[in-house]
């Protein structure tokens, strides 16, 4: 069983990601999951404190010369704005954020609970699903995660490879599939910044070359459908998920939404074993599992909480109306968000791959994954 948890505070010394049941045999690349930790904190709109640290992940346990060996792998980033101890707390809790609801059930302070709360701490779900992504990229799985709307404003997504695909979401700084719009988008978050608010958007996230398989239809909390909702809807600020056609579904007759099956024999060497769809109404997912199409999921992001024009709020000690605290903030954070959405889609994914294949190493999974394509083509 793949599984992870984080440790850390927005402000405090460092972030761990402590990562249980990873394969043993696969060689690490540090550098690619830098490159990730740094798009997160880039994308436009974000605020002064992206420009303050570059992070960089420090791999502390479970590697031997470079490769995993089975055992728990532990990662950290570290706060190069550490002040934790420096910090006062919060007078006035922000609406939209955890401050109010996490003081009073913790009966503490709003500083405790936002430290925590706080995205700060996806850095290190990105160093976490980086690394799956890696493992799945042994297995000819790739991933991509872009923005499709920003602003109630949506953006084109064109047809092409996933390759054509990540040149044009890396030409684009607010991380989309069409970088010629690019200045609308940003004239359209420094107008917002200006007026003091804050943005939300859409995000999109898709996998290729997954096996057919992927889950489970047999039990509900191993369903990868549900796996997936769950990690993506566990991401701050994210307040839906759709899989596929989602809630479009909901409002069309069955013949427009069910995708055919065919069958084309000369595609059977593919991980789809030549089962084809005219359609991908279903995002690749049928009966919690993958059914060899590409995996489409979408998640929808808040605005940021946090406003320069506050909003309405109390004093936590007198209860008196006062305007919400302000606290250095981002406007707009949905291409941020798209890194994040991506590696915790990743990492579902390759938990599913070792719960097929199973988790020891690297190698039995391969040779399980290939006894399986083989048979499943006979069957
Ligand atoms: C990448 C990213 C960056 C974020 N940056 C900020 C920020 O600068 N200021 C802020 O108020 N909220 C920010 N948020 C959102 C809050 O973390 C989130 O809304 C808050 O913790 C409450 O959780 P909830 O919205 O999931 O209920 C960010 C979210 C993401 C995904």
Redesign the pocket.
């Known amino acids: 069983m793949l599984r992870y948890w984080t440790a850390g505070e927005s402000h405090g010394k460092a972030l761990l990601a402590l990562i249980d049941g990873f394969p043993a045999g696969l060689l690490i690349d540090e550098a690619a999951i830098n490159v990730e930790l740094v798009r ?1 904190q880039g994308g436009y709109g ?2 002064k ?1 992206q420009q303050l640290e570059v992070d960089n992940v420090d791999v502390l346990t479970g590697v031997w010369q470079g490769k995993t060996i089975g055992s728990p792998i532990a990662l950290q980033v570290i706060n190069r704005d550490y002040k934790l101890e420096r910090l006062k707390d919060l007078e006035r809790p ?1 609406p ?3 401050d109010l609801t996490g003081a009073i059930k913790h009966l503490g302070s709003i500083r405790g609970i ?1 430290e925590r ?3 700060r701490e ?1 850095a290190v779900r990105v160093a976490a699903g980086m690394l799956a992504k890696q493992l799945l990229a042994q297995f000819g799985i790739d991933t991509i995660g872009y923005v499709t709307e920003l602003g109630g404003v949506a953006i084109e997504t064109p047809s092409g490879s996933l390759a054509e695909h990540r040149r044009l979401r890396d030409e684009s700084e607010i991380y989309c599939l069409a970088p010629e719009q690019n200045q609308k988008f940003i004239d359209l978050i420094d107008q917002t910044a200006e007026q003091g608010d ?1 943005l939300g958007g859409v995000i999109e996230v898709r996998v290729e070359g997954l096996p057919i398989g992927l889950g489970t239809h047999a039990q509900w909390d191993r369903k990868l459908d549900g796996r997936l909702a769950q990690a993506v809807m566990a ?5 839906g998920v759709e899989i596929g056609m989602g809630f479009q579904a909901a409002r069309l007759p069955g013949s427009l939404v069910h995708d055919p099956i065919h069958h084309d024999p000369a595609r059977t060497h593919e991980p789809s074993l030549g089962y084809t769809r005219p359609s991908n109404h279903a995002g690749g997912l049928e009966g919690g599992m993958t059914n060899g199409q590409p995996l489409v999921i979408r998640a929808a ?2 605005p ?3 406003l320069r024009k506050p909003l309405e709020s109390i004093n936590w000690e007198t209860k008196q109306p006062q305007k919400a605290q302000y ?4 406007v707009c ?1 949905v291409p ?2 798209s890194v ?1 959405i991506e590696a915790v889609v990743a990492f579902e994914v390759a938990a599913a791959l070792v719960d097929k294949f199973g988790g020891d190493s690297l190698l039995e999974m391969k040779a399980r994954y290939d006894l399986y394509l083989e048979m499943a083509r006979k069957a």
């Not at 991401?235 to 307040?239: F, L, P, R, S």
């Not at 606290?327 to 981002?330: F, L, V, Y």
């Open positions: 997160r974000r605020g404190r922000r939209g954020h955890a936002l709360a706080s995205a996806t804050t991401v701050q600020a994210i307040k992001k808040k940021i909480a946090t606290e250095r903030s981002d954070a941020a968000a994040i």
